[in-house]
């Protein structure tokens, strides 16, 4: 989708912080973090919330949680992390393409707001 921020990514035409990347699934900085460690994964392709992407593509949500808990390991979040997802605008989603956040390096609070 031409006018998604996120493809725009994946496609090289916004420049990211890019920790990892492979044939599915890309990894970058948050350009916001609320977390010393604070990394955004993507698909490549573009599914617009995770009910949509869980309903249409099971296989691919487990291997972006997968990717998502390399990432952190890569990190070198070991200690502990939260993955977080954010469905629709009540869910608190603003960028309508499927992400997980990583968020860590520091002590985790509960409830998360």
């Known amino acids: 989708m031409s006018g998604c921020l996120f493809c725009n990514i994946v ?3 916004i420049p990211a912080d890019v920790m990892y990347r492979d044939d599915e699934f890309v990894a970058f900085a948050d350009i916001n973090p609320v977390a010393p460690t604070h ?3 993507i698909p490549v392709e ?3 919330t995770m009910a949509g992407l869980a309903e249409s593509n099971p296989q691919l949500t487990g291997r972006l949680f997968r990717t998502a ?3 952190a390991e ?3 979040l070991g200690r502990g992390y939260r993955l977080v997802v ?3 605008d ?3 989603q603003t960028v309508h393409h ?3 956040h990583i968020l860590g390096a520091r002590q985790m609070v509960w409830p998360p707001g």
């Open 46 to 48: 573009h599914h617009a």
């Open 86 to 88: 954010n469905t629709g």
């Open 69 to 71: 808990t390399r990432v």
């Open 74 to 76: 890569q990190e070198e």
């Open 11 to 13: 496609a090289g035409d």
């Open 98 to 100: 499927v992400h997980v």
């Open 39 to 41: 990394v955004l994964v």
């Open 90 to 92: 009540e869910g608190g």
